[in-house]
T-cell receptor, first 114, second 111 residues
Framework: GAGVSQTPSNKVTEKGKYVELRCDPISGHTALYWYRQSLGQGPEFLIYFQGTGAADDSGLPNDRFFAVRPEGSVSTLKIQRTERGDSAVYLC????????????FGPGTRLTVL | GENVEQHPSTLSVQEGDSAVIKCTYSDSASNYFPWYKQELGKGPQLIIDIRSNVGEKKDQRIAVTLNKTAKHFSLHITETQPEDSAVYFCAAKKLSNMLTFGGGTRLMVKP
């Protein structure tokens, strides 16, 4: 079956611009997660959705970052006034939502801010 | 919050040898410990996981051990093959759903 998909696979933008990154989770998965992975490091948690609501957004670095999941399926991560330090791979994962259920990761979106 | 340390950062082994990667965690409330394999340009893929009520788990050539008292867990890969070459990440999770990852280990298996 289809796994987690993310679009675009690569995004190059200029400092100060606005970007949107999209995640399509596995069908039926109620939980959705965003992580950010800098070069040579492990993924870092950003935000977690259970259904339509953000259950934990403690990992968002500042108010330039925002994510939505209006219908409990597709999610969009939005970054305003991008900075060079935002350059990273943004990973999305989904799971059935139980406390020890496996998180399935997408291939990520590589964001480069020039 | 939780902190996960992973060692070594790079590991080179000869094909057929064993590889061991170790992680420590800081929060005794963590109860779920997955291991992920990440190949270049791809997202992490779960290879094995262990829950806090189990001390060891094995799946073919891969095994994971957990020492709750010492707060450390390890990944063991036996009879390594070139296709095992990748970056491996350990992670820990508490009741919340967020995973805290280690810094990764680049495993290179030389034919």
């Amino acid at each position: 079956g289809a796994g987690v998909s993310q679009t675009p696979s690569n995004k190059v933008t200029e400092k100060g611009k606005y970007v949107e990154l999209r995640c399509d989770p596995i069908s039926g998965h109620t939980a959705l997660y965003w992580y950010r992975q800098s070069l040579g490091q492990g993924p870092e948690f950003l935000i977690y959705f259970q259904g339509t609501g953000a259950a934990d957004d403690s990992g968002l670095p500042n108010d330039r970052f925002f994510a939505v999941r209006p219908e409990g399926s597709v999610s969009t991560l939005k970054i305003q006034r991008t900075e060079r330090g935002d350059s990273a791979v943004y990973l999305c994962a989904s799971s059935t939502g139980t406390l020890t259920s496996e998180q399935f990761f997408g291939p990520g979106t590589r964001l480069t801010v020039l | 919050g939780e902190n996960v340390e992973q060692h070594p950062s790079t590991l080179s082994v000869q094909e057929g040898d064993s590889a061991v990667i170790k992680c420590t965690y800081s929060d005794s409330a963590s109860n779920y410990f997955p291991w992920y394999k990440q190949e270049l340009g791809k997202g992490p893929q779960l290879i094995i996981d262990i829950r806090s009520n189990v001390g060891e788990k094995k799946d073919q050539r891969i095994a994971v051990t957990l020492n709750k008292t010492a707060k450390h867990f390890s990944l063991h890969i036996t009879e390594t093959q070139p296709e095992d070459s990748a970056v491996y990440f350990c992670a820990a999770k508490k009741l919340s759903n967020m995973l805290t990852f280690g810094g990764g280990t680049r495993l290179m298996v030389k034919p």
